[in-house]
């Protein structure tokens, strides 16, 4: 116990020193459980045979915080996500999840700590055997929850995908964007606080991958979810770091650009190379950078 | 060396599954729906497959036998030999190499599917696991169904025998029935009951791991499902035998 105390004091501490600023310092002292990140990476090494996928990769991501995963196919992103989720275990290194070590962690365990997490895959990954509703509501059903619950949460979250029309579909009835749709609903049921988005938006059409984009930030923005989005597409970096959501005086949710009004929006930008994070920090920073590999990725050439 | 190595992988996987789905069985959620589901598949699904396998083995058996046994002067002897061939070897090892081609393939196929799309991945991430709610429901209802299955095989086996034995050799029905009746002993049943249990435990198993350790997108659903059906069989036919000799010398059997 006394070991625990200390080394969670120690925790806390390196968070303050590194990663803190004076404004997150205030809204701490409200909500003192703000100070442990939500998703932790120290030192991880994976390596599948000879290939190393991910080394020495380090990153938080602080609660409320979208932390936009970049690099190229097969650098490395989608396996981070795997790792948060216990899907994969790494060589070394530690992974935290609400300041809690999941890397020893066995199948049963993890099953609790996924709980608090919810995953948006590459393609949906929905279950082709189940209707729209029964995907959405899975989670609902898995744990026993009475059926008017199910349904009052699945039509809530049908709508705020905006596919409540959808819900008596099989899955090979919807489009590819409306499949990522119901993917989004399915991992928001039972309101997880940390999301993660596996490049939603491949092979989308532009406004529908647009959708994608708002959704993840009006999760960030007006239900302080923390998240990874995954992606390889410099247009969904520009629009979860330069707009944001709020409601208006109606009632309804509206995005604005950053600069129309003071805000600071809370997502930042990982950049994998080779296994390796060879950037991290603001979108700004990010296009100022004169790293050649991020350039190169910045202008598609 | 590498071909020893890869085998003993594979029992171990193949192992983990199995100890993974039975210790699945004492938590919650159970899937007794899902399980009924399967039975419902695999039992009435695979029906009339081994009820036609059953009879016209039966039938090509008295074809076969009945001329030697005439030669012998032991035509009342033919139900007898139908029944035992049927009930010992023939109905369980054919209709779980039935099951096996038909059951074992559907499983194979439709987990490696959810493995190429991310769903096994997505039930995981949904906070199921993918043993208790998948591989458990299938293996428990292909060891409950493939002896029942095997049961109606032997009775359909026994009933094509005499038609050809009484249609084709005139032989008379009831002298057949009386064979079946004296030539057939308890132990005959009780082992013909006991194999198709553990068949149904092998197919159910080695189908689930092939599927759900399928690699490579669709060309290895493919891949996969082959590679379930051949293995599945392969090793029915070889546990047949150590099974036989097992049963053979518990229940004190003779084989001649």
Known sequence: MFSLQNEETVVAEEIIEEELQPTDLEDAVDEPHRIIPAIEFRDVHLSFDDNKILDG???????????????????GKSTTIRLVLGLLKPDSGQILIDGEDI???????????REKIGMVFQEGALFDSLSVYDNVAYRLHEQGIDETEVETEVRRMLKFVDLEDAIDKMPDELSGGMRRR????RALVGDPQIIMFDEP??????????????LAIKLRDLEDVSSIFVTHEMKNVEYLSSEYATVNENGEVIFEMEGEKLCLINTEIVMFKEGKVIFSGKNEEFRATKDPYILKFVRGK | MNLLKKFLFELQEITNLIIAAFFGLFRSPRYFSETVRQMDLIGVGSL??????????????????YPTLEYYSLQDQAGKSVATSIIRELGPVLSALMVSGRIGSAISAELGSMVVSQQIDAMRALGTDPNRKLVAPRIIALMFMLPLLT??????????????ASGVFSLDYNSYITSVRFGITTQDLIGGIIKPLFFGLIIGSVSCHKGLSTTGGTVGVGRSTTNS??????????FDFFLSRAINSIFDIKTI
Do not use: H, W
Request: aromatic fraction near 6%; charge should be neutral.
């Open chain 2, 151 to 164: 049961v109606a095989a032997d009775i359909f086996g026994i009933v094509g025998g005499g038609i050809v």
């Open chain 1, 182 to 185: 119901v993917g989004v609903a």
């Open chain 1, 103 to 113: 890397t020893n962690y066995s199948e049963i365990e993890m099953m609790k700590v």
């Open chain 1, 201 to 214: 938006t491949a092979g989308l059409d532009p406004p529908t991958a647009r959708t994608i984009c708002e």
């Open chain 2, 229 to 238: 059906v051949v293995l599945s069989s392969i090793v029915v036919i070889i």
């Open chain 1, 57 to 75: 990769v380090s990153f938080t991501v602080r609660r409320g915080e979208t932390k936009v995963i970049l690099g190229r196919s097969g650098g």
């Open chain 2, 48 to 65: 009339p497959v081994v009820l036609l396998t059953g009879f016209f083995t039966g039938g090509v058996l008295i074809l076969q036998t």
